[in-house]
């Protein structure tokens, strides 16, 4: 009898798992994040330069909370491989950007089993710190997300994405800003599931990188509408919510850091997200950071929309 109850205790009494301690650590960092965003667009100056083309931006927003996200991951966790859009000089970080908190609600679930055994120095996180940035210089404020993607054994495996701007045009009684999290295995959480209604085909796409490829693919597909927004983030929250049945983008551009937090939120909840060709992303630390083959995701009926492909547009995106 005296095994059966400290065998019990030892259970109730057990620290969460590394990945659960990890995403409850990234949903508050993610959180510090969405404020730093505000505190940039209160102050009035976005701090924007050009990285390497008109529509590659970087404001004072990205600069900040991707150093907030990378120096409060690594400070808790310092076995990672931390991966962040930004190139950015190491310097002495301001104590304000550290965020050392975690959500306690997160870390009342179950760990999927096959993730309890992980080590730290395997994983590899994958940040987008403004994800939209050309939308947020431009005012689009509900296209920008923050992300934060882990990986495991080149998988994307759990994801945190912070809306900084959601609700922020429900008047001001409305809660500003929110945090969905997903693990693979577990499910995903922070937002209300929905699905487009049967036989409805609605395409979200690139705002701002279309192209002759993007256009032929998406006809392709014959669909009933097509929604042009900016952001990987917005485009799965999209799917997630109903919004959209499928995210085509026949085109190179968009990087791991874009799609490692969404695919893992839509894998949790049993979507799928793939090159155009159909193959799977790896997220290993020193895979190219480039998803050459564009991207192609839906929560539902994913075998249509990739069977829809033209192979003209398969031959054209090379891996």
Same mark, same amino acid.
């Given at each position: 009898?005296? *095994?059966?109850?400290?065998?019990? @205790?030892?259970? /109730?009494?057990? &620290?969460? &798992?590394?990945? @659960?301690? @990890?995403?409850? &650590?990234s949903f508050s960092i993610a959180e510090k994040a969405q404020s730093i965003i505000h505190k940039v667009i209160q102050e009035g100056d976005l701090g924007i330069v050009e990285k390497t083309a008109a529509n590659d931006l970087q404001t004072k927003a990205d600069r900040l909370v991707q150093k907030s996200i990378c120096s409060s991951l690594a400070r808790k966790f310092p076995k990672l491989t931390i991966i962040g859009e930004e190139d950015l000089p190491t310097e002495e970080l301001d104590g304000e950007l550290i965020e050392a908190g975690h959500s306690e609600e997160i870390l009342k679930y179950v760990c999927p089993a096959q993730y309890n055994n992980i080590k730290e120095e395997e994983l590899v996180v994958w940040v987008d710190p403004v994800d939209g940035t050309k939308e947020y210089? %431009?005012?689009? @404020?509900?296209?920008v997300t923050v992300l934060i993607g882990i990986a495991y054994g080149g998988k994307a495996i759990a994801g945190v994405i912070n809306q900084p701007y959601y609700n922020y045009q429900a008047g001001a009684d409305?809660?500003?800003g929110r945090t969905i999290w997903g693990i693979v295995g577990l499910g995903a959480y922070g937002f209300q599931l929905k699905e487009v209604p049967e036989g409805k085909r609605i395409i979200?796409?690139?705002?701002?990188?279309? +192209? *002759?490829?993007? +256009?032929?693919?998406?006809?392709? /597909? +014959?669909?009933? %509408?097509v929604i042009r927004v900016g952001g990987a983030g917005n485009k799965i929250i999209q799917l997630i919510e109903g919004k959209a049945s499928a995210y085509v983008f026949a085109s190179p551009g968009c990087k791991k850091?874009?799609?490692c937090a969404p695919e893992a939120i839509l894998h949790a909840v049993s979507g799928k997200l793939t090159d155009i060709r159909g193959n799977p992303f790896q997220y290993q630390k020193d895979v190219k950071h480039m998803n050459s083959a564009g991207v192609l995701a839906t929560l539902r009926n994913y075998d249509y929309y990739a069977s829809r492909v033209p192979d003209s547009v398969k031959e054209a995106l090379v891996p």
């Amino acid at each position: 009898a005296y *095994q059966r109850v400290d065998s019990l @205790l030892l259970t /109730m009494t057990s &620290s969460p &798992s590394l990945l @659960l301690r @990890l995403v409850a &650590s990234s949903f508050s960092i993610a959180e510090k994040a969405q404020s730093i965003i505000h505190k940039v667009i209160q102050e009035g100056d976005l701090g924007i330069v050009e990285k390497t083309a008109a529509n590659d931006l970087q404001t004072k927003a990205d600069r900040l909370v991707q150093k907030s996200i990378c120096s409060s991951l690594a400070r808790k966790f310092p076995k990672l491989t931390i991966i962040g859009e930004e190139d950015l000089p190491t310097e002495e970080l301001d104590g304000e950007l550290i965020e050392a908190g975690h959500s306690e609600e997160i870390l009342k679930y179950v760990c999927p089993a096959q993730y309890n055994n992980i080590k730290e120095e395997e994983l590899v996180v994958w940040v987008d710190p403004v994800d939209g940035t050309k939308e947020y210089t %431009e005012g689009l @404020l509900d296209h920008v997300t923050v992300l934060i993607g882990i990986a495991y054994g080149g998988k994307a495996i759990a994801g945190v994405i912070n809306q900084p701007y959601y609700n922020y045009q429900a008047g001001a009684d409305a809660v500003l800003g929110r945090t969905i999290w997903g693990i693979v295995g577990l499910g995903a959480y922070g937002f209300q599931l929905k699905e487009v209604p049967e036989g409805k085909r609605i395409i979200t796409t690139t705002r701002s990188h279309s +192209n *002759q490829l993007v +256009n032929d693919c998406i006809s392709a /597909m +014959n669909p009933d %509408e097509v929604i042009r927004v900016g952001g990987a983030g917005n485009k799965i929250i999209q799917l997630i919510e109903g919004k959209a049945s499928a995210y085509v983008f026949a085109s190179p551009g968009c990087k791991k850091w874009d799609t490692c937090a969404p695919e893992a939120i839509l894998h949790a909840v049993s979507g799928k997200l793939t090159d155009i060709r159909g193959n799977p992303f790896q997220y290993q630390k020193d895979v190219k950071h480039m998803n050459s083959a564009g991207v192609l995701a839906t929560l539902r009926n994913y075998d249509y929309y990739a069977s829809r492909v033209p192979d003209s547009v398969k031959e054209a995106l090379v891996p």
